[in-house]
């Protein structure tokens, strides 16, 4: 047993120093990303974009997680993520409302013809919800229907449904509650017809409030819709970025 408990120790010994010494050399790298990342989303879109070089648990990685805080193009995404992807050192970039990756020199994707329809059902009304909850307004029903039936001719596109609330709580509560609204939205499409699989959703809070509007306004508390096409495009691996 005393050989077997050396070896154990030993490899013990050298996996706790091998990921030390990762520990020491990613850290670095992150910062030096993040760093050139933000000024080349300064350069392009004026700093609408967060570019963060972590995993999930906070580890320090080199793929980035890029996350708009408004509205940008989808050519403009796209040239930020090949920015970002060419930096040196860099690896994948993912954006947190969902990506979807073209073969290199592919034109970016463009949002389908049911994007317009949507905006132009909800130009005059909103998705919106009653006081801290995810129950929808009266007059929520009748619009999810039209909503709904916007979107079944996109089939096969890739469907965000991003949730909002006012400032009125806390942030993080905002932030649940957002993501909440998202998911009854969700839900709802779901029995309307609409393929689970190709509904996304998130949640941003008050972080994004409507243009003009005080950020404790009621008409903040809303759902907006993202369309992006799917078909025509070919996944790649994660390291090839592109536009969603």
Known sequence: MRPFIAVLAG????????????MQTAQPLRDRLE?????????????????????????ASRHAMLTPRGAISEETRDRIARGIAALPGAG??????????????EAP??????????????????????????E???GGTELLDEVAAALKPCYGARIAITGH????????????????????????????GIAEQSLQTRGVGSSQPVAGLDPADPAN????????????????????????
Request: glycine share 6%; net charge negative.
């Open 92 to 105: 994948g970039v993912h954006w947190t409302d969902g990506t979807m990756l073209a073969e290199p020199g």
């Open 165 to 192: 609330t006012d400032n009125s709580g806390d942030e993080p509560a905002n932030t649940v509650l957002s993501e909440q609204r998202a998911d009854s939205v969700k839900r709802a499409l779901v029995a309307r």
């Open 136 to 138: 929808l307004a009266a």
């Open 11 to 22: 490899t013990l010994l050298v996996v706790i120093i091998a990921l030390f010494a990762a």
């Open 221 to 244: 508390r809303r759902i907006e819709f993202t369309v992006v096409a799917k078909l025509q495009v070919r996944p790649t691996p994660i390291d090839t970025p592109g536009p969603r």
């Open 109 to 134: 994707v463009e949002s389908l013809q049911c994007q317009d329809d949507v905006a132009a059902i909800l130009a005059a009304r909103t998705l919106r919800f009653e006081e801290s909850s995810a």
């Open 35 to 59: 760093l050139q990342a933000a000024g080349l989303i300064k350069a392009e879109a004026g700093g609408m974009v967060i570019a963060q070089f972590e995993t999930a648990r906070g580890w």
